[in-house]
Structure formats: structure tokens, C-alpha cells
């Protein structure tokens, strides 16, 4: 009975080593790709998210998604009011440019949408690992830019619970991420400014 119980604490200390590790190994994958979607949204001048969405299972795993087509009904309205100004324009810029744009030409126009990023790919959740987003607007204002009307893409339910704007600039967020109520690495601190911080909030 001894020997059994010996060989039973062995077995859990090394099944719990290896949670441990597929866990920390998730959580080095997972702030390495936050990393370097900062970096693809600046590049490109395109908006970009991290989003908590359910599979088809119901699991709630994170994915990275990107405005699609930010530029295309500014270019359609550029058209169609006969404007031949071609200076590239980011997309907050286009969301302040087409509230009036829209209802001067009486037309729908085109509606860019979020589409799930094929140039990153982030690491399958472990078992019983799930990712908490806190946001740190409490006036939730700044983050989406609400000092100016919005386009639908920036202010509907749809938008990821973390946007880098494509601009340098982000919503500021706490992300942990939980395995059995305790934290897996440190809390990730994205600032207003894009960066990411570990361990340290605002």
C-alpha cells in the first residue's frame, strides 16, 4: 500500500508538471502573437483585435481579426462625389470622413467587416485554461474614439474585445489568462499607446 501510494503521488506530481508547462508554453505563444499583431496593424494601417468567441463545441477561445476592406466605401463615396484626391487615409480617418459622406449621397454604402486573421494563427486554449479581458476605459470613450461619429465597425457588438486601431494606438486592457481560478503567467497590460506590458497595469 505504500509502494501505491508513492507511485500515485509520482503520477500526479508529473501529470500536474505537464499541465503546467503546456500552460506556460500557451501563455509564451499567446503574448509573442500580441506582440507582433501591434506591429502588423501599425505596418499595414489597418485595424486589428483580439476577440473571445465561442467554436463549435462552445468553447470560448481567442482569435485574432482584422477590419476587412477598411478603405473600400471611402473609395466608392471618393467616386461617387467625383473627388480624385488619392492622399492614403488610416481608418479612423475614414470612420470621421464617411458620417457625412454617407448621408450626403443617400446611398448604403459598402460596410467593412471582421474577419478572422489568416497571418496568425494563436495556440489551441489547454484544457481548463480560459482568457479574461478587463478593460481599463472605464468611460469606454477613449478607447473607441466616441469624440467623433462612429462607423458601425467601431461601435457595435461585433468589435474585438481588444483593438488596435492601426494607428499606434490601442484600447487599453488587462488580459489574464486562468487555469483553475489561478493565474498562468502574469497579468498583460495592453496600453493606450499599443505596447504591451507584463506584470504591470496602468
Not at 494563436?122 to 480560459?130: D, F, K, Q, T, Y
Request: proline letters at 6%.
Amino acid at each position: 500500500m505504500v509502494i501505491l501510494s508513492i507511485f500515485a503521488g509520482m503520477m500526479s506530481l508529473s501529470v500536474g508538471s505537464s499541465d503546467s508547462r503546456k500552460n506556460r508554453a500557451f501563455y509564451e505563444h499567446f503574448t509573442d502573437s500580441l506582440s507582433y499583431v501591434r506591429l502588423l496593424s501599425v505596418e499595414r494601417m489597418q485595424p486589428m483585435g483580439l476577440r473571445l468567441q465561442a467554436d463549435k463545441q462552445g468553447q470560448v477561445a481567442p482569435v485574432i481579426v482584422t477590419l476587412s476592406n477598411p478603405y473600400i466605401a471611402y473609395q466608392t463615396a471618393d467616386i461617387s462625389v467625383g473627388n480624385r484626391d488619392n492622399q492614403p487615409k488610416n481608418a479612423m480617418e475614414l470612420s470621421a470622413d464617411l458620417s457625412s459622406l454617407s448621408d450626403s449621397t443617400g446611398e448604403t454604402q459598402p460596410t467593412p467587416s471582421w474577419e478572422v486573421e489568416s497571418e496568425v494563427s494563436l495556440p489551441e486554449l489547454p484544457a481548463g485554461v480560459s482568457i479574461r479581458v478587463q478593460s481599463l476605459d472605464a468611460s469606454n470613450s477613449t478607447s473607441t474614439g466616441q469624440t467623433q461619429t462612429l462607423q458601425p465597425w467601431f461601435s457595435d457588438q461585433s468589435v474585438p474585445q481588444v483593438l488596435w486601431f492601426g494607428t499606434g494606438q490601442a484600447t487599453p486592457v488587462n488580459i489574464e489568462v486562468i487555469h483553475d481560478s489561478r493565474l498562468v503567467g502574469e497579468v498583460i497590460t495592453i496600453m493606450p499607446d499599443g505596447s504591451m506590458m507584463i506584470g504591470q497595469g496602468l
